[in-house]
Nanobody, 123 residues
Framework: QVQLGESGGGLVQAGGSLRLSCAASGRTFSRYAIGWFRQAPGKEREFVTA????????YYADSVKGRFTISRDNAKNTVYLQMNSLKPEDTAIYYC????????????????WGQGTQVTVSS
């Protein structure tokens, strides 16, 4: 089992940057695929990006490709989401999620979720 906690959200102007962190408990973090999702007011939760257990493969939604970068440091039990060139439409609560998944792909569903961190991008 793993517990997740997001941090790094805040208010930023369009064109700015933020780095979110997802810190995890547990000794087997390196066996988990990690995904980032977001939910804007009145909208469904959507996939943003994910990274395999070993950090070799990453996947991105088209809406964030070239602007967002996911990475992980298994020694620190942490996954990062670097967000650049932020747009007002990136405003949402961002959640990280985990699934025990020692594969070179990412899972469709995740078992563990954090509480989320608010990202607000002003125009």
């Amino acid at each position: 089992q793993v517990q997740l906690g997001e941090s790094g959200g805040g208010l930023v102007q369009a064109g700015g940057s933020l780095r979110l962190s997802c810190a995890a408990s547990g000794r087997t973090f390196s066996r988990y695929a990690i995904g980032w999702f977001r939910q804007a007011p009145g909208k469904e939760r959507e996939f943003v990006t994910a990274i395999t257990y070993n950090g070799v493969s990453t996947y991105y939604a088209d809406s964030v490709k070239g602007r967002f970068t996911i990475s992980r440091d298994n020694a620190k039990n942490t996954v990062y989401l670097q967000m650049n060139s932020l747009k007002p439409e990136d405003t949402a609560i961002y959640y990280c999620a985990a699934k025990l998944w020692v594969q070179h792909t990412i899972p469709y569903e995740y078992d563990y979720w954090g509480q989320g961190t608010q990202v607000t991008v002003s125009s």
